[in-house]
Nanobody
């Protein structure tokens, strides 16, 4: 069983930065594709960024150039560095994991962490 625990959310002013962390239990973390989703009130869940076991990354157009996803396999941790934050980035952010390739319906989810960006 894989468990994911997010941390690092909070309140920040527009233009500010936050780092989200996702600690993953399990011995085979390095073989999992990891990603961050977000869901704002009244909106559909959105895939924000993914990182493969090979560290190949992908970003949604709305965050490309501002967000960076990374992973440290030795620490079983994935990070999302968020810079130049905008009010429209306000959402609950969820870490997700799936063997090899991350799809729109991952096998494992974290509990979510709130990010609020004030204007």
């Amino acid at each position: 069983q894989v468990q994911l625990v997010e941390s690092g959310g909070g309140l920040v002013q527009a233009g500010g930065s936050l780092r989200l962390s996702c600690a993953v239990s399990g011995r085979t973390f390095s073989s999992y594709a990891m990603g961050w989703f977000r869901q704002a009130p009244g909106k559909e869940r959105e895939l924000v960024a993914t990182i493969m076991w090979s560290s190949v990354t992908w970003y949604a157009a709305s965050v490309k150039g501002r967000f960076t996803i990374s992973r440290v396999n030795a620490e079983n941790t994935v990070y999302l560095d968020m810079n130049s934050l905008k009010p429209e980035d306000t959402a609950v952010y969820y870490c997700a994991a799936q063997r090899l390739v991350l799809t729109s319906n991952p096998d494992y989810w974290g509990q979510g962490t709130q990010v609020t960006v004030s204007s």
